[in-house]
């Protein structure tokens, strides 16, 4: 007791009037008929007279966010998980008893209400307890509204708190689900199939990231937590399931900031007898379901600018984005050549002439790099932050590519594309390669690039070349980002806004 605050002590020395009371302080089992939003919406536009002649009866439950007591008679609100709901209390109509046990009460409380429905003199719809129930006696203060729970960093650790004062978090958690179930319902429609496949992997492979490892006592041996599930979900082509996606978690053991956690979740869909173009429709034909069955709208703020004042916020200064237009196709060559003059696609730079080119423009080349490398380093440093409206950026150098079919008309490139908006990468899309051959070559590339020190480089899965000789169907294949989505779609600031247990530095 002796680290506890006044108001602390004072809520625990009320847990035995409870009891003396005959009353569990922290509850028992309690059946709610509505929630506050179901309340409004069905009575806000009934008279106080209509009220009264159809007595309408209600049982509520939820947390105490404001009291006032007014001797005989006393206005309360609790908080549901649809939003607040007034509640008028009064001490002839619930008796003596009741009306002591309420005064017990304090913010943050749960308690049940069963009651009918009235309005008040300012026109609020407001239940009018005829029973009343304490279910749970908080023992620790609520943040105080308007100055508590400010630092971000506190929200993200107690993000039960937040939850609690931040409308705009309840909002978010809300919508995140419901923006899943979108896509999964129109990957459905699509005739895809949902599938689970393995989060521990024996194989650093499907990406390019530093992973987790982890030991597996049984089999004695090492295991990764997986950074991609591409390569399960190539075996299913194989097996002729033909249209598969996956929603799940990945982990990479990378850096955290506004648009990385090393937890995150992705979408990863294969359709068999498809290419580039299939992945394209379907990118945008998801993005624009979701946007407008669940947020309502096609226009949405950029959630990586900086302007702060929403009334300055346009399309032209890239403040707002518009998804309701055909995104934009450009390759990654035609982007350098527009910022840079460099034209990779034309000249077939030796690596001593294209790293000459990257010194002279100030761009960083590290040991194993080839000139495909120097290419997406040359879009880095100047491209990367120009893709505000959504586009697709096609053309990618094959070294930064392990898995993607080689461009017919120039095998320097892959046919895949990235889905940028606001600056940052959404999606990453293939047309699948399913030659063995080619694949065995291209995890022999990563194994030399691995023994370089690319530490990211994928390592050889014998067993998914072998499946590969069985006959993958020709097919394109796409990754999306599910939290950066949630962030644009929600208009989120940050990764941590939409991932309710963010991971953290300890304390």
Do not use: W
Not at 200 to 205: A, P, V
Not at 212 to 227: E, G, K, S
Not at 290 to 311: L, M, S
Not at 352 to 367: F, G, L, R, S
């Amino acid at each position: 007791m002796e680290n506890l605050t006044e108001q602390e002590i004072v809520r625990r020395n009320k847990l035995e009037k409870y009891r003396e009371l005959g009353i569990d302080p922290f509850g028992q089992k309690f059946d709610v008929t509505h929630h506050a939003a179901e309340i409004k919406a069905e009575y806000k536009d009934k008279t106080e007279e209509e009220l009264e002649a159809l007595n309408a009866h209600v049982i509520v439950a939820g947390r105490i966010m404001f009291i006032r007591k007014m001797g005989k008679a006393s206005f309360f609100a609790i908080q549901d998980k649809t939003g607040n709901q007034q509640i008028y209390i009064k001490k002839d109509d619930v008796g003596e008893d009741t009306y002591n046990l309420f005064k017990l009460a304090d913010l943050g409380d749960i308690v049940g209400v069963e009651g009918t429905i009235m309005k008040t003199k300012t026109g609020e719809v407001t239940v009018r307890t005829l029973k009343y129930t304490h279910l749970v006696k908080a023992l620790r203060p609520l943040p105080e509204k308007f100055h508590g729970l400010q630092d971000k960093e506190e929200r993200y650790r107690r993000r039960y708190l937040d939850l609690i004062m931040n409308e705009d978090a309840k909002r978010v958690a809300i919508q995140r689900p419901r923006i899943i179930r979108a896509m999964q319902e129109y990957f459905d429609n699509e005739g895809f199939i949902e599938v689970e496949t393995p989060v521990l992997q024996n194989i650093q492979g499907g990406a390019s990231a530093r992973p987790f490892i982890t030991h597996h006592n049984a089999l004695d041996t090492n295991f990764y937590l997986r950074i991609a599930t591409e390569l399960h979900l190539k075996r299913l082509l194989v097996g002729g399931l033909e249209r598969v996606y996956e929603i799940g978690r990945i982990f990479r053991n990378e850096g955290m900031d506004k648009t990385h956690n090393p937890e995150f979740t992705t979408v990863e869909l294969y359709q068999a007898f498809g290419d580039l173009s299939s992945m394209m429709d379907l990118n945008e034909g998801v993005i624009r379901y979701a946007a407008n069955k669940v947020i309502g709208k096609t226009t949405f703020r950029n959630p990586f600018t900086e302007i702060e004042n929403p009334e300055e916020l346009t399309i032209e200064n890239g403040g707002l984005i518009d998804i309701a237009k055909p995104f934009r196709r450009v390759t990654m060559c035609e982007l350098i050549k527009e910022k840079t003059g460099v034209d990779f696609k034309a000249n077939n730079y030796t690596l001593e002439e294209a790293t000459a080119i990257a010194k002279e423009h100030k761009v960083p080349v590290e040991p194993h790099f080839t000139v495909g490398h120097i290419i997406n380093a040359f879009f880095e440093t100047y491209c990367e932050e120009t893709l505000i409206q959504p586009t697709f950026l096609m053309g990618h150098p094959i070294e930064i590519s392990p898995l993607t079919k080689k461009d017919p008309s120039d095998p320097r490139f892959v046919q895949r594309f990235e889905l940028f908006i606001g600056g940052h990468e959404f999606s990453n899309a293939y047309t699948e390669l399913n030659d063995p051959i080619d694949q065995r070559e291209r995890f022999e590339e990563q194994m030399a690039e691995k023994a370089k020190g690319n530490d990211e480089a994928n390592e050889m899965d014998t067993d998914f070349v072998e499946s590969l000789e069985y006959g993958m169907p020709p097919a394109g294949g796409i990754g999306i980002g599910i939290d950066r989505l949630v962030i644009f779609l929600t208009e989120s600031e940050s990764i941590r806004d939409v991932i309710l247990f963010p991971q953290m530095k300890t304390r």
